[in-house]
């Protein structure tokens, strides 16, 4: 089963993308601090990061940075309520490969997370 970091600081969006991630068959690692983050992007490889960027304190440059260290880049996925046009096309430069609106849907999120090629998943095994 392949991870996906969950950086969210409320515990109950964290319960419902969690939720989604589990039924759409990937492990969920999550945390809601920017330093916890860090520390599970140094330790472990991921799928997928799916955060929140206004977490205070949250670095995405450095998040883009560890999360691409590996062999295997990890997608980021921002889930936000943020729906700014220049927010997103910032993000997107710094590196994120999808923006999602909250609330996201199961079958949304399902859809961003299968959307990867096998082989791409199969390297992350290793």
């Given amino acids: 089963m392949h991870r996906v970091l969950i950086i969210e600081n409320d515990p109950k969006d964290t319960t419902v993308t969690s939720s989604a991630v589990l039924r759409a ?34 670095d995405l440059p450095l998040i883009v940075s560890l999360a691409h260290k590996r062999e295997n880049k990890a997608a980021i996925v921002v889930i936000t309520r943020d729906p700014s046009l220049s927010s997103e096309r910032r993000l997107r430069e710094m590196g994120v490969l999808y923006y999602m609106l909250k609330p996201t849907s199961d079958l949304e999120l399902s859809m961003v997370l299968q959307s990867r090629k096998p082989i791409d998943l199969y390297k992350e095994a290793k």
């Fill in 25 to 58: 068959g990937f492990f969920p690692d999550c945390v809601a601090t920017a330093a916890e983050a860090v520390c599970c992007l140094v330790k472990n490889s991921y799928a997928y990061i799916l955060m929140e960027p206004s977490i205070q304190g949250i």
